[in-house]
């Protein structure tokens, strides 16, 4: 029994750090050009992201904005799924600096980072790109509230909410990003603060979201301000949504007047150390109504279910040189920007000789900066049985329609294959799946058993019962 406590004890030491391996924290690499940003990063395994403990500030840096990527492996019918959300972190001038140690509680778990000694040095040698600011118009907000008591002054607010789509017109399938934004300038911090903002987001998200569109949302759980400029104006800029949306069939895309009520702080006339700086007020701010018209793809056989999208092809072979019966492993692997969870393996259709076996799907996807990109691989396995040289564009072809030329493509491969030795038919049988059934030949009992079983076991039944019958008449006759 003692020895059994032990075991049972060992396994479960050996599986706690398995279990916490699941959520993890990961930190960027030191050191790091003042032009470039730090990164503190969790990764998630099998399991979303339901919520989590801001991400730790820096002394000597300062938060920019976060993305996040999944990672798809499908392997054996097995399915991995890796989700990481990295926050970025933009260093204020060169010098070394300390990222003490802290915890994160993501989905209620804690997990600790040991920190990490930072150096920022002198700018490298290819700048970050700027951001591209989107064409903003102030809309129309409405009326003020109503004066307050006669010390306090409703002061004019520079700021507004706008919906931005990055299109104005798709295809069916293509993507567009829609975002939702709250520009605050930044010498009136003092008189706008958000209110109710968790109750008020659910209502906006409700009526962003669309029935005919496919959504991937990007991960928004804390907002952090961007510094931003507009016509030489500094602003605050908010990013309270963010999505790209591909839609499903012809039906336009339509974003209603969103609203946000918001503090509005009035300010005394004579402030002074016995009375209260601010009064506190309200105002409600309105994007603008936004449609994105969506266009049929032309003409073709396969329109109603070719994906749409920028793509490029990567294949791999395992072997350029193949004996006959043995299998080999190619890659057929999508990469670009588009939906590619709605991507399907291509369907193999492979010349004599050679038979391809359902692949291992893996998926990485990428959200950031509004775009939606990565690359989705299919590795399948393939048996050859017939010697000779094999060209895979007679086997594969994956046709997609490109929106940035507005032409349908086709992504095919170009590598070939050679398959060396001699045809060798027992070998081909041997190595063919022949069914559950004849799986199990080497798991069972191969003994001999007569046809004429049964009936023998009758005919001992019947005898027993006939003694049986007797013994029983007997004792009844002799009572």
């Known amino acids: 029994m003692r020895l059994y406590?032990?075991?049972?004890?060992?396994?479960?030491?050996?599986?706690?750090?398995?279990?916490?391996?699941?959520?993890?924290?990961?930190?960027?690499?030191?050191?790091?050009?003042?032009?470039?940003?730090?990164?503190?990063?969790?990764?998630?395994?099998?399991?979303?992201?339901?919520?989590?403990?801001?991400?730790?500030?820096?002394?000597?840096?300062?938060?920019?904005?976060?993305?996040?990527?999944?990672?798809?492996?499908?392997?054996?019918?097995?399915?991995?799924?890796?989700?990481?959300?990295?926050?970025?972190?933009?260093?204020?001038?060169?010098?070394?600096?300390?990222?003490?140690?802290?915890?994160?509680?993501?989905?209620?778990?804690?997990?600790?980072?040991?920190?990490?000694?930072?150096?920022?040095?002198?700018?490298?040698a290819t700048p970050l790109p700027g951001s591209n600011l989107p064409n903003l118009v102030t809309p129309e907000?409405?009326?003020?509230?109503?004066?307050?008591?006669?010390?306090?002054?409703?002061?004019?607010?520079?700021?507004f909410l706008t919906l931005y789509t990055s299109k104005k017109e798709v295809f069916v399938g293509e993507g567009v990003t829609a975002t939702l934004y709250f520009y605050l300038a930044e010498q009136d911090q003092r008189l706008l603060d958000f209110y109710d903002f968790a109750n008020q987001m659910a209502g906006i998200l409700k009526q962003l979201k669309q029935p005919d569109a496919w959504e991937e949302t990007f991960d928004f759980a804390e907002i952090t301000p961007e510094n931003v400029s507009i016509k030489g104006v500094p602003y605050l800029r908010f990013k309270l949504y963010e999505a790209v949306l591909y839609p499903i069939n012809q039906s336009p895309l339509?974003?209603?007047?969103?609203?946000?009520?918001?503090?509005?702080?009035?300010?005394?006339?004579?402030?002074?150390?016995?009375?209260?700086?601010?009064?506190?007020?309200?105002?409600?701010?309105?994007?603008?109504?936004?449609?994105?018209k969506v266009k049929q793809l032309p003409?073709?056989?396969?329109?109603?279910?070719?994906?749409?999208?920028?793509?490029?092809?990567?294949?791999?072979?395992?072997?350029?040189?193949?004996?006959?019966?043995k299998s080999f492993t190619y890659l057929f692997q999508v990469e670009g920007?588009?939906?590619?969870?709605?991507?399907?393996?291509?369907?193999?259709?492979?010349?004599?000789?050679?038979?391809?076996?359902?692949?291992?799907?893996?998926?990485?996807?990428?959200?950031?900066?509004?775009?939606?990109?990565?690359?989705?691989?299919?590795?399948?396995?393939?048996?050859?049985?017939?010697?000779?040289?094999?060209?895979?564009?007679?086997?594969?072809?994956?046709?997609?329609?490109?929106?940035v030329t507005a032409r349908y493509d086709t992504l095919q491969p170009q590598l070939s294959v050679r398959i060396t030795g001699l045809q060798d038919d027992d070998a081909l049988v041997l190595s063919r799946d022949l069914g559950p059934f004849y799986n199990i030949i080497e798991n069972e009992d191969a003994t001999l058993v007569s046809l004429h079983l049964a009936d023998q076991i009758k005919q001992y039944t019947n005898i027993i019962l006939l003694v049986l019958l007797a013994l029983s008449a007997f004792v009844f006759l002799k009572k």
Not at 145 to 159: H, L, R, T, Y
Not at 301 to 325: A, C, T
Request: glycine share 6%; hydrophobic share 35%; aromatic share 10%.
């Open 337 to 403: 920007e588009g939906n590619l969870s709605a991507i399907m393996a291509p369907v193999p259709t492979p010349p004599p000789g050679i038979d391809f076996y359902p692949p291992d799907v893996r998926q990485d996807i990428t959200r950031r900066n509004g775009l939606v990109e990565g690359a989705k691989a299919f590795s399948y396995t393939v048996l050859p049985h017939q010697p000779g040289t094999y060209n895979l564009k007679k086997a594969l072809q994956w046709v997609y329609f490109n929106p």
């Open 5 to 124: 406590v032990l075991f049972l004890l060992l396994c479960l030491t050996i599986a706690a750090p398995a279990r916490a391996q699941q959520v993890s924290i990961q930190l960027g690499k030191s050191p790091v050009p003042i032009n470039q940003y730090f990164t503190i990063s969790i990764k998630l395994q099998n399991q979303g992201l339901k919520d989590y403990t801001p991400f730790p500030e820096i002394e000597g840096f300062k938060k920019s904005n976060k993305f996040s990527a999944t990672k798809t492996i499908i392997t054996g019918g097995t399915t991995t799924t890796v989700l990481t959300v990295t926050q970025n972190y933009a260093a204020l001038e060169e010098g070394e600096y300390e990222l003490l140690p802290f915890t994160m509680k993501v989905n209620g778990q804690t997990i600790r980072s040991q920190g990490l000694k930072l150096k920022v040095t002198p700018m490298a």
């Open 299 to 325: 003409p073709h056989p396969l329109r109603d279910v070719v994906p749409v999208g920028n793509y490029r092809l990567q294949e791999q072979l395992s072997r350029r040189s193949v004996p006959v019966n």
């Open 254 to 292: 339509r974003f209603p007047a969103l609203s946000l009520k918001m503090l509005k702080y009035k300010v005394a006339k004579t402030p002074n150390l016995l009375a209260q700086e601010r009064q506190e007020g309200y105002k409600t701010y309105f994007s603008r109504e936004q449609v994105v």
């Open 141 to 159: 907000v409405a009326d003020p509230v109503a004066e307050g008591q006669a010390e306090f002054i409703d002061k004019e607010d520079n700021a």
